[in-house]
Each structure stands twice: as C-alpha cells, then as structure tokens.
T-cell receptor, first 112, second 114 residues
C-alpha cells in the first residue's frame, strides 16, 4: 500500500496558483518527501523534495507541515504544460534499503 | 543533459512470445529501477539493482520475468512467455546512490500483448 494519499484529480485555471496536497501520516523521522510529475506519454520527472523545511526551486515550492504528516506542492502560476499526474512519495534518507511505492497520484487539469 | 535511454519505445507481441527491454542509465548511477505502469495507475516497482546486485525483486513475477545488470551498467528486462495482462508501460529509472537520491526516468517501453 502507498505510504501517501492524494486526491485523485484537481483542476486549475491557467496562470492561477495550484496547491496539490499530500498526506503521509506514518512518515518517519528520516523520510524525505519527494514529488514527481508525469506528462502524458512520458516517464515521470523529478519536481522537488524536502525533509523538514519548505523548499523552492525553479519548478515549484514545497510546503511541509510542522508535524510532517502532510505537505503541499505549490505551482505558482499554472500553465497548460503543467497538466500532468503528480506523485508524492516518501524516500528513506538512510543508506538502508526502502521500497519505492508510488500511489495513483493526482491528475491535474489546467483550464485555459 | 544526460538521460536514461530505453529501447524499444514500442513493442507489439503475441501472447506466449518472448520480449526483452533494454535500459542504459545515466553514467555513474549505481542504482537502477524497473517499473511497470498500467494505464491509470502509478508505477509499480518490479526490481531494483544496486550496481550489479538485486536489492529488491519481491514484485517481479519470477516464473516469467527476469532482469539482469551484469556489469553494473545497462540492464535487460525479459518476459517469457508474455501474457495478455503484461500489456503496460515499462519504465527504467536510475539514481546516483542513496535511497533518497532523485530518480531519473527513461521514456519507457509501451508493450502491447495480443
């Protein structure tokens, strides 16, 4: 079973901000929160990741709750190219092995 | 920018035939993953290599699937015999080393079994 839960789908208007939520109530202290997205007919691509503090990069921002049991991927201005399935996954930060589990993700539609 | 290469991009085969997929990870990446993705679902990990060693193949149907990474670089995933339910996208990904490292995915191989 996936360690994270996300809404199945979301809609956004073009050029509006989008907040994609992810719940991970069983997160452990060494788990990193990773976000990937998959455009139609392509392999997933990395978006952003974080441990405790909020993170920003050229693609998005990641806001992590203080208790780390949830996080939000923020796209500041949605474009039509952001229409994709967004996956939130947990990865253990230690060198010991952990199984990679992807859930069904959130399918984001962007309305022109 | 370095990319994960996969071939073929598309494969159509008849059930009971053998198929093979090839993956060339980004140079220097020790970890290699094979995933299967059924339409409408997230990728499911089939096998994970650390260099040439299998770290996890618990979800690999070993009666018909096999995977190898003989020299710790490129990898081959084989299905023999193929079944109708094997129709899916097969994705390869690689990462530098640690479990928390970013995974870089290839474009995938779309398999259709008739």
């Amino acid at each position: 079973d996936a360690k994270t839960t996300q809404p199945n789908s979301m809609e956004s208007n073009e050029e509006e901000p989008v907040h994609l939520p992810c719940n991970h109530s069983t997160i452990s202290g060494t788990d990193y929160i990773h976000w990937y997205r998959q455009l139609p007919s392509q392999g997933p691509e990395y978006v952003i990741h974080g441990l405790t503090s909020n993170v920003n990069n050229r693609m998005a921002s990641l806001a992590i709750a203080e208790d780390r049991k949830s996080s939000t991927l923020i796209l500041h201005r949605a474009t039509l190219r952001d229409a994709a399935v967004y996956y939130c996954i947990l990865r253990r930060g230690e060198t010991s092995y952990d199984k990679v589990i992807f859930g069904p993700g959130t399918s984001l539609s962007v309305i022109p | 920018e370095a990319e994960v290469a996969q071939s073929p991009r598309y494969k159509i085969t008849e059930k009971s035939q053998a198929v093979a997929f090839w993956c060339d990870p980004i140079s220097g990446h020790a970890t290699l993953y094979w995933y299967r993705q059924i339409l409408g679902q997230g990728p499911e990990l089939l096998v994970q290599f650390q260099d040439e060693s299998v770290v996890d193949d618990s979800q690999l149907p070993k009666d018909r699937f096999s995977a190898e990474r003989l020299k710790g670089v490129d990898s081959t995933l084989k299905i023999q015999p193929a079944e109708l339910g094997d129709s899916a996208m097969y994705l390869c990904a690689s990462s530098f080393h640690a479990p928390s490292d970013t995974q870089y995915f290839g474009p995938g191989t779309r398999l259709t079994v008739l």
